[in-house]
């Protein structure tokens, strides 16, 4: 881990905003401590955002320095589908967006930057999913009760794997090499890239939640499992060997957080802390503690660029790297995962009331810098992309442009 995060401060583009202006940035030790790199990850789409919560860490950062205003640019409505996942964009911009109709019909709707429909995909079985875009254009997809579907980047089918099974693609992701890791009735699976099945493991301590999240640490060398509400919260998986390094916790967590250091982010608990009560840990790389804070995030939080965390809890709260307050405010009923901009601007979804939810805009230092009022329902997590924001709503039907 330590030759990979030297490698990755040599090599990464420099994205900080403070230092974007100088001409002779030669040293890394001149980021500050926490500075979060882009994870080099070649199997992935070099696009904004190609697969859920934008990356295989699940930080919900954008790599842009989005200038987002809150203007709705446009809505795209599909009538009587339901959109229970979140989207993705591809490296042409173009927005993947997976319906489903009632419980046995769906597909994905590929979308123009301007909102136009090009292509719709039907799958012919409910698919409430979130895809993955990797690096040659193929994308895959998932028809609850049927299995995942590979596409070619001309949108023809690759290859299908059947898998009778309840899962989400929110649950899939991408190893460095391009094999698919999915959880499903307490077995993790990894799928090549030919669709073929290279192995499994089973545990009946992973968790069968259909909507839990696996995250890879920056190496790919460690895949980090949910665990059932009753077991530890967190398993460590090496992918090579296949086995269990360590576990972490009381249940409680659907997902988990890495950083570019390979810190974990998870909301759990332990008898020795808070009387057992949940909170937010960040664990290190070998699974013990580096910090607790005793609020519990009720949503998926996420980290900027300067290693800042943001969580909603009773507050909305902002902690730096080494776990203190930076800074709360009171709290906003968040109804989906928090995401975040290069500037470390913070975006809250939340609702007030029946068919009315809201985005927010939050800058770094927890001022509002919009406010805005959208209709239906509030949906799954945004993508951030385009200088903008897509935004699906929950009930069910309307995908929003921001700029």
Not at 65 to 75: M, P, T
Not at 231 to 259: C, L, P, R
Not at 343 to 361: C, P, Q, R, S, T
């Amino acid at each position: 881990m330590k030759h990979f995060i030297k490698l990755l401060l040599l090599t990464s583009p420099i994205l900080f905003p403070s230092f974007e202006c100088s001409d002779n940035i030669t040293n890394p030790t001149e980021y500050p401590e926490g500075y979060q790199f882009d994870i080099p990850w070649p199997s992935l789409a070099d696009s904004p955002w190609p697969m859920y919560r934008g990356n295989p860490q699940s930080t919900g950062r954008s790599r842009e320095s989005l200038n987002i205003q809150g203007i709705v640019e446009w809505e795209y409505v599909n009538q009587g589908g339901q959109l229970n996942s979140s989207i993705v964009i591809d490296k042409d911009s173009n927005i993947y967006v997976p319906f489903h109709y009632g419980s046995s019909w769906g597909g994905t709707h590929i979308l123009g930057k301007n909102g136009k429909l090009k292509k719709i995909l039907d799958s012919n079985y409910f698919c409430g999913t979130t895809p993955i875009i990797a690096a040659d254009g193929s994308f895959y997809n998932w028809s609850q009760n049927h299995g995942i579907t590979c596409y070619n980047p001309d949108k023809t089918v690759r290859w299908f794997y059947s898998v009778n099974s309840t899962a989400r693609t929110s649950n899939l992701n991408i190893g460095l090499d391009g094999i698919i890791y999915f959880l499903d009735n307490h077995t993790l699976f990894a799928l090549g890239k030919d669709g073929v099945l290279k192995w499994s493991l089973q545990d009946d301590r992973f968790s069968s939640w259909p909507y839990a999240l696996t995250t890879f640490s920056p190496d790919g060398e460690t895949l980090y499992v949910p665990g059932e509400f009753n077991k530890a919260a967190i398993y460590a998986v090496d992918i090579s060997t296949k086995t269990i390094k360590w576990s972490f916790g009381q249940g409680n967590s659907e997902w988990s957080v890495v950083d570019s250091y390979g810190n974990i982010y998870v909301s759990t608990s332990i008898d020795s802390i808070n009387s057992g009560q949940i909170g937010l840990f960040s664990l290190n790389t070998d699974g013990a503690i580096r910090w607790f804070n005793e609020n519990r995030p009720t949503k998926q939080i996420t980290l900027d660029r300067y290693g800042n965390i943001f969580f909603i809890g009773d507050s909305l709260y902002s902690l730096d790297y080494s776990g203190k307050l930076r800074w709360s405010k009171e709290y906003i009923p968040v109804d989906a995962p928090l995401t975040s901009d290069n500037w470390g601007n913070v975006y809250l979804v939340y609702v007030l009331a029946i068919d009315e939810f809201h985005l927010m805009k939050i800058s770094n230092e927890g001022n509002i810098n919009f406010d805005i009022t959208l209709n239906k329902d509030s949906g799954d997590s945004p993508a951030l992309g385009n200088n903008r924001i897509y935004l699906p709503s929950g009930k069910r039907d309307i995908i929003y442009s921001i700029k």
